[in-house]
């Protein structure tokens, strides 16, 4: 499965982004998908995940009631809406598919580039 995610960028603080993750070659509805982050001297997090069809998500303490994940099954696309952005949010975002609970970090299995979001003061 080939990730590519797009959509990153400089932001100020309490802004907007949407970040989009398109996968390619095997890929299957019913995996789940997710985003991660992982900022400067910190290890990478699950921010988000969301199962097969959508219904279930699951998000980080740090961003719910922020940041809102959704899919597209028909385009094996996976987005993730970020709101009220912090300086903290600043991190460079991985998409990622995988099999399993869509909270658990060992579920997800293959990942993509990157791509940064930087958020100022």
């Known amino acids: 499965v080939q990730l590519q995610a797009s959509g990153g960028g400089l932001v100020r603080a309490g802004g907007s982004l949407r970040l989009s993750c398109a996968a390619s070659?095997?890929?299957?509805?019913?995996?789940?998908m997710g985003w991660f982050r992982q900022a400067p001297g910190k290890e990478r997090e699950l921010v988000a995940g969301?199962?097969?069809?959508?219904?279930?998500?699951h998000y980080a303490d740090s961003v719910k009631g922020r940041f809102t994940i959704s899919r597209h099954n028909a385009k094996n696309t996976v987005y993730l809406q970020l709101s009220r952005l912090k300086p903290e949010d600043t991190a460079v975002y991985y998409c990622?598919?995988?099999?399993?609970?869509?909270?658990?970090?060992?579920?997800?299995?293959?990942w993509g580039q990157g791509t940064q979001v930087t958020v100022s003061s």
């Open positions: 990622a598919v995988g099999r399993g609970s869509i909270w658990r970090t060992t579920a997800y299995e293959s």
């Open positions: 070659g095997r890929t299957a509805s019913t995996y789940i």
């Open positions: 969301i199962n097969w069809s959508g219904y279930a998500t």
